[in-house]
């Protein structure tokens, strides 16, 4: 249940950075594959980061309670 919020998270913030940095590389006149390689590298570690913010607390409450 505590990883909902956090897949819920990751996979918004995939998706408007997939938007955003799709639309930056375009401007900058990346070949194709180069330009798919930095759109997914930055998307990823974008949502990670984000998906991290709400998953780290809870699992350290959770492992905290168990003890």
Known sequence: MDTIPARALYMTAL???NSDVAT???SF???VTSAATIVNAAARLR?????QL????IAIVSQ????
């Open 47 to 51: 949502a990670a980061i984000a998906a």
């Open 54 to 57: 709400v998953w780290t607390p």
């Open 24 to 26: 930056a590389t375009a």
């Open 64 to 67: 905290r309670l168990m003890v």
């Open 29 to 31: 006149w990346f070949p």
């Open 15 to 17: 998706e408007a950075t």
